[in-house]
């Protein structure tokens, strides 16, 4: 997979580029990153990018040309490729970033091509003139769009074939299977007094599978139950939810006053 990050803060992007999972990917070339410094595409020459907004107000704007001339280079360079770019500026008015479309972005064969906001945000003619298309990693707002491009390269990348060195561990996430993980637990077997759940050092099998399923749905049911409601349930899994529901109702039942929650 290729990406493409245009921005301003270009060291930002690769500090992060250059450890970890998103390395490993790059040394085994299955993830292509290129980073692009927005100020190289500016016409002057103190390289300003940004400017004061028309119609008065705090803080800067980013420059449409540059984000122009920065996309036309892609262009050009990429004009022998025949899946082409598909043009993306985080957002917090955009689609908002799920496991599904991380999914999507993943199988993508076109050149992926980060266009990250700053300060005020960008001139609002690079959307009416490139029609990027808008993600979100949430209803908040960041100093600019370079963390949620290194989320979405993040979510995605580890979804390529071989990034990840265990498949089974990308098919167990949360949110994979519409559910939420499950707990995680390593040596040593007792940590100030907590313990690891016995079943885990069991070597049954099928018993730490049924664990699992239940911890991931107690999770799903305490913490996010909306994902359950349009969720088609196998009979297990309904057995486990009534038995979770069971469970928690007597657990409030018997909590002394003032001790919830």
């Not at 500090?15 to 016409?43: C, F, P």
């Not at 076109?110 to 005020?120: D, K, Q, R």
């Not at 290194?150 to 949110?175: H, K």
């Not at 040596?187 to 049954?204: I, K, Q």
């Amino acid at each position: 997979m290729r990406c493409d990050v245009v921005t301003l803060f270009p060291d930002l992007i690769r500090a992060v580029l250059d450890h970890s999972i998103l390395k490993r990917a790059q040394d085994k070339g299955l993830l292509d990153v290129h980073v692009r410094n927005l100020r190289d595409y500016t016409v002057d020459r103190h390289q300003v990018a940004d400017d004061a907004p028309y119609g008065g107000g705090a803080g800067m704007v980013l420059k449409a040309e540059p984000m122009f001339l920065a996309v036309d280079a892609l262009r050009q360079e990429r004009a022998n490729d025949p899946n082409g770019l598909r043009l993306i500026l985080p957002s917090p008015q955009g689609r908002l970033l799920t496991q599904s479309l991380a999914e999507e972005l993943s199988r993508e064969e076109c050149t992926l091509v980060f266009l990250c906001g700053h300060y005020e945000g960008i001139d609002e003619r690079v959307r009416l003139g490139l029609h990027p298309e808008e993600i979100s990693i949430g209803d908040y707002v960041l100093t600019g769009g370079e963390l949620p491009t290194l989320v979405m390269i993040d979510t995605v990348a580890r979804l390529i074939p071989g990034v990840v060195g265990d498949p089974a561990s990308i098919q167990e996430d949360s949110f994979s299977l519409a559910l939420l993980d499950y707990p995680h637990y390593t040596r040593p077997a007792e940590v100030r007094g907590l313990t690891v759940p016995d079943v885990l050092l069991s070597g049954n099998h099928e018993a730490i599978r049924r664990w699992r399923r239940k911890a991931a749905l107690r999770n799903t049911y305490l913490k996010r139950p909306d994902l359950l409601r349009d969720r088609v349930m196998t009979d297990e899994d309904s057995r486990l939810l009534l038995e979770i529901s069971r469970e928690h109702v007597e657990q409030r039942t018997t909590v002394p006053c003032g001790e919830e929650g």
